[in-house]
């Protein structure tokens, strides 16, 4: 598949309405964690019970993934992502209307769904309109994907507290759903179809040994990231912080996050060898972990920063090295569908293992300890992405 060029007008508001359909695909999550508490007030949810609502979704989101560009291909890209904005908004908008944990969970679930049909789609669009710069695009995307749970962080408590109403809190969002559905819209008569592959049957990756080796590292590092945006919030409760607290301190780490996500990608887009740009965010993680466990209470800002810089430079990075590995904007689309799909299915169990490891041991640093195990095992697979041997391994 060629790539497809787009005037320079058409490129910038294509790009603000990709930012912000990406600022809708972390809120249904990320609102969650800082109004656990009361929420567990009106719906009875144990933790493990509670981490049902940042698993499920993600799990939809990597199942999802596999059957995201199939449909794409018979309703056509521009369609697919109206369809999935308008299921993430009305999941986030029934939200108003729940009383049970099911509901809660369901409504979670649908999210996740629409949620993965668009991050099926993305990362295919962005490396055949913007094939120059994927690097900084590919950052500006996350980013703003990381954005969007900054702003259901810090402000979600903050609804609460202005409502009285945690369903309000949670429910907002979709107005930001309807903000993207308008701007998205407007694309449908600039926005040129993907040219088709013909005939040919669409790329399987299961038999191929390094998109697992891609596909477990994405799912680690996101394993991270959801642990930290299910559970971070309620740590800081469990210490002695407000819930309006908590959600400003998750809210800080998101913005770090949003400043890696656009830094570090430029940064890397210079070199063709990106391992080193890659464990020194692995290390900022693990420190992060380490101050979390051993000295929550002092430097309680530091901590979120480090997590925040490391993991939000983090996962764009495992996108854009996945993407090297292929000049074919489809077959890489294919890829990062594979990658992200096996990934999210990974990350998906994180946090209900870390709920679990709280209900048995009445603490999170059992789960805080664990990841930074994890982390650490990423930095020796961090030594396999030879950019000189992408071409051996995926042919």
Known sequence: MENVQV?????????????????????????????????????????????????????AMGLAMFFGMGLAKRLGEHRSIVLS???IGLATLSRLFLDSALELIVSAIAAG???????ALMPTLIKSRF?????????????????GAALAAS??????????????????????????????YAQRSVLPPLPQAGSTPRESFFSNRRAWLLAIFFGLG????????????PYYVEQGWSEQNAGLLLGLLTAMEVISGLVTPAIANRRQDKRGVIAGLLVLIILGFCGLILSPQHWSLLWPCLLG?????????????????????RRAGSLTAFVQGIGYLIAGVSPLIAGVIRDQLGSFEGAWWSLTAVTAVMLLMVLRFNPRHYVRHIR
């Open 309 to 329: 810089l490391g993991i939000g430079g983090l996962f764009p990075m495992s996108l854009i090295v996945s993407l090297d590995h292929l000049d074919n904007p």
């Open 85 to 87: 904005l308008l299921v």
């Open 222 to 233: 996101t394993a991270s990231y959801t642990c930290v945006l299910a559970w971070l919030a």
């Open 155 to 184: 402000l979600s408590p903050l609804v609460q507290v202005r409502t009285g109403s945690w369903r309000i809190g949670l429910a907002i969002w979709a107005a930001l759903a309807l903000l993207a559905l308008v701007f998205w």
């Open 131 to 147: 094939s120059t710069d994927v690097s900084l695009f590919m950052g500006l995307y996350v980013t703003a994907i990381m954005g």
């Open 113 to 119: 769904v629409g949620i993965a049909l668009i991050q």
């Open 7 to 59: 005037k320079p007008t058409t490129a910038v508001w294509l790009m603000i309405s990709v930012v912000l359909v990406a600022l809708n695909l972390r809120p249904s999550m990320a609102a969650v964690g800082p109004l656990l508490s009361s929420i567990r007030v009106d719906v009875p949810l144990s933790f493990s019970s509670a981490a049902l609502l940042t698993m499920l979704p993600v799990m």
